[in-house]
Structures are given as C-alpha cells and as structure tokens.
C-alpha cells in the first residue's frame, strides 16, 4: 500500500514563499505520476501542478511561473516550491501519486496566506 506524507504547510504572508514535501513509501517511486492538488472551503479539488515519471510537468494557468513542482526519486519524495504565494493561493494542499488505474493521496497541508 503507497502512502504519502506532505509537510510544510503553514502561514505565510503574501508575497512570500513556501516548499511543500511528499515523502511517499510502500511502492516503487520512480513509476508514479505525482501531482499536487488543493481544496479550498466550499470549493472543488483542484490540480496545481503534476510530474510524470520522465520529469514531465504540468502546472495550472493560476499558479504559472510562480509554483515549480519535482521530484527527487532518491529521497522518494515530490517537492512544490511555491513563491509569490497570494491570498488565493491559501488551501489544504494534498499529494496525489498515480499509476494505471490506482491513485493515492495524502492527507494534506494547509497553506494560509495573509494579506
């Protein structure tokens, strides 16, 4: 069974910057297509950003040259570095990992920007 833990979520005013981690166990890291999604209250799952197993990536239009996701497969672990982080940027931020027709997901960071 794959599990996946973030970490480095929390307060940060706007402008600043923030590194999301996921440290993902229990499957073989290198075959998964990572990404990292956000809920926000009242409002649906969204995709910030993924990375396929060649390095390839993915970001939404919201969250262009200024969010930057990778992956390390020699720590197991899939980063998001976020910068110029604005109040809209402020969710429960989640690590998904897919293969086929399996997914995963962590149980999630919040991230809080003040204004």
């Known amino acids: 069974q794959v599990q996946l833990l973030e970490s480095g979520g929390g307060l940060v005013q706007a402008g600043g910057s923030l590194k999301l981690s996921c440290i993902a166990s229990?499957?073989?890291?290198?075959?998964?297509?990572f990404g990292w999604y956000r809920q926000a209250p009242g409002k649906q799952r969204e995709l910030v950003a993924s990375?396929?197993?060649?390095?390839?990536?993915n970001y939404a239009d919201s969250v262009k040259g200024r969010f930057t996701i990778s992956r390390n497969s020699a720590r197991n672990t899939v980063y998001l570095q976020m910068n110029s982080l604005k109040p809209e940027d402020a969710s429960v931020y989640y690590c998904?990992?897919?293969?086929?027709?399996?997914?995963?997901w962590g149980q999630g960071t919040q991230v809080t920007v003040s204004s």
């Open positions: 998904q990992a897919r293969f086929l027709a399996a997914t995963y």
């Open positions: 229990g499957g073989t890291f290198r075959i998964f297509t």
């Open positions: 990375i396929g197993k060649d390095d390839s990536t």
